[in-house]
């Protein structure tokens, strides 16, 4: 009986002992993800978020990794000369004690060879990895593509 309850005892403590990432969850805040439908015929979208560190350090997002898409690549939008072009990132980093909104026009997540048509209803599952080891999984759900003009009329 003594044998029991010390074995049950190292047990307890060991998954007390247990590491935990729950401290990870605290340092980002992520809302409003979604992938953007795609067009037919399309092979490639985007996803957007709203990334909020709550450190008093700035947080770099390295890579996302899904699935979904044989490429994925952190992208953003750049004035070149006066003609705006889409240029991967090595990283996307997020201030000290700010948000960081991925959106069309901007930093995004570019999808490339997406292996099926993504359609407004479905979810795609993303792990997002930063500095340092942090990862955050995440699925966002597939939105359609909303025209200037509708979005002005709101």
Same mark, same amino acid.
């Given at each position: 009986?003594?044998?029991?309850?010390? &074995?049950?005892?190292?047990?307890? @403590?060991?998954?007390?002992?247990?590491? @935990?990432?729950?401290?990870d969850d605290h340092k980002?805040?992520?809302?409003? &993800?979604?992938?953007?439908?795609?067009?037919?015929? &399309?092979?490639?979208?985007?996803a957007y978020m709203q990334l909020k560190n709550t450190t008093d350090k700035p947080l770099k997002l390295l890579e996302v990794q899904s699935d979904i898409a044989k490429k994925i690549e952190l992208h953003n939008i750049v004035n070149v000369d006066g003609?705006?072009?889409?240029?991967?990132?090595?990283?996307?980093?997020?201030?000290?004690?700010? &948000?960081?909104?991925?959106?069309?026009?901007?930093?995004?997540?570019?999808?490339?060879?997406?292996?099926?048509?993504?359609?407004?209803?479905?979810?795609?599952?993303?792990?997002?990895?930063?500095e340092g080891g942090m990862t955050r999984e995440l699925t966002a759900p597939v939105q359609p593509i909303v025209p200037k003009s509708a979005k002005a009329e709101n």
């Open positions: 009986m003594k044998t029991l309850i010390s &074995s049950a005892l190292l047990l307890s @403590s060991l998954f007390i002992a247990a590491p @935990s990432f729950a401290c980002l805040e992520i809302s409003g &993800s979604y992938v953007r439908e795609m067009p037919p015929a &399309s092979k490639n979208t985007a003609v705006l072009k889409m240029q991967p990132q090595p990283y996307i980093e997020i201030a000290a004690n700010n &948000s960081l909104t991925l959106k069309p026009g901007s930093y995004h997540v570019m999808m490339m060879g997406v292996k099926r048509q993504l359609k407004q209803g479905e979810e795609v599952k993303m792990t997002l990895k930063f």
